[in-house]
């Protein structure tokens, strides 16, 4: 049975500002993100979509205490993960050295579990080349995901559901059987990092005091409440100064915790304001879930707009017409707010790969009809709902290569970033929200826009 969260210890307050002081003269952290939701809770630091040594450099330059290196390694198989991500780490060490910084890796994936592990974390450890504890950490406090006794679960209110007995854990590419996430790292490594081989951080050592990280292969930090996991920042960065080495694999939260920002109130009005343009907005939504297929009803049932459909059976045999749908956008965008939408049948293959290979080809299709559309008629912002879909967007269709993370829209989640050039652009992830969410953000971006 689920703990309860009225047993718990009582939370340890531990200020954001205690831990910016203890980074004086800690290394740059470099976030490789396997998707672009993990830039949810911050607000500004760099994201890159390349990572050229210029590229690099300029993120070097804005003298920040974290950057990410977006990777979009969810959507691709394993090889092709491993090389991507060896050669951002090489090219980030490389310009590091030049510049006389230090560099600390972190792997931002999902907070519901899903992607390339142990695989992400194994590739930086070889790169960097020093024997590596892997901290792992995928409480996303602000999206209701949270770690208790080592077990992480979906928080409802006070109802914690372990995150096996979710939909993520049936993902087609990444899903598996374990809660505990001892037994997770066990079954994701097909056995060679045991379950006896994690160390567990618990909550009522974090919530009793000072800590020492445990000398493990793998430690699991507990979290419910972000206090918890700067508590743990402490912790690590003392483990730092004294020798140790650690490869993180975060949520979100965890990155926010580490440069030491505050919990930050959604961007204000006049923010929002001066960051989109002028008309309305392009929503591309490529997620499944059954959270994004109920946002989408949501927004269609408070105000009105066009829904333009990809339909994925034509894409997948080659008879889609990109060009009419484009178009189509296009013309929809000069009077009303533009959902482009894929057909809501999920298809999937008959394997892992298949699947991901499916995943891919459809997201090709949303970029490709968003790149025309960008080029004929921009829009006001463009909103991109699911990981994969807003990588592609930012990557692909607005050539985003530099931009700032500006802030989020909701607390905590759903982040709008802003290029060097083209319109700005809000990543909203398939996982996060109540059903209310997705209207709520469009409303705020068209009462924006069209001020």
Known sequence: MPPSLEHLPPVRT????????ALAGTPTVVVLDDDPTGTQPVRDLPVLTRWSPDDVAWA??????????????????????AARDREVVRTCLDVAHREGVALVFASRSDSTLRGHFPLETDVIAAEVGTPHTVVLAPAFPDAGRVTVDGVHHLRDG???????????????TF???????????????????????????????LRAGPVEIPDA?????????????????LALLAAERHGARF?????????????????HPPLADAELADAVGRGHGLVVVGSHVGRTTR???????????????????AVLDGTADLDATAAAVATSLEGRTTVLSTSRTLVTGRDEAESLDIARRVSAALTTVTARVVTDRPPAYVLAKGGITSSDVATDALRADRAWVRGSLLPGIVSLWTPTSGPPLV?????????????????????????
Do not use: M
């Open 217 to 233: 292969d793998v430690v699991v930090l507990d979290a419910v409440v972000e206090d918890d996991l700067r508590a743990a920042v």
């Open 427 to 451: 990543v909203f992830a398939g996982n996060v929200g109540d059903d209310g969410a997705l209207a709520d953000v469009v409303d705020r971006l068209e009462e924006a826009a069209c001020a």
């Open 175 to 205: 899903g598996y059987r374990s809660s505990r996430l001892a037994d997770w790292v066990a079954e994701k490594s097909g056995g060679a990092t045991p379950a006896a081989a994690v160390a567990e951080v618990r909550l009522e050592d």
């Open 14 to 21: 531990v200020p954001a500002e205690q831990v910016r002081d």
């Open 158 to 172: 006070d109802r914690l559901t372990p995150v096996a007995e979710s939909e993520f854990a049936r993902d087609a």
């Open 295 to 313: 946002q989408l009803e949501h927004l269609a049932g408070r105000r009105e707009l066009d829904t333009v459909e990809v339909d994925v059976p």
């Open 60 to 81: 070097l330059a804005q003298g920040t205490p974290a950057f990410f290196v977006l990777t979009n390694t969810r959507s691709l198989d394993p090889d092709a993960a």
């Open 247 to 263: 490869v993180y694999r975060v949520g979100p939260t965890f990155v926010r915790a580490r440069v030491g920002q505050p919990e």
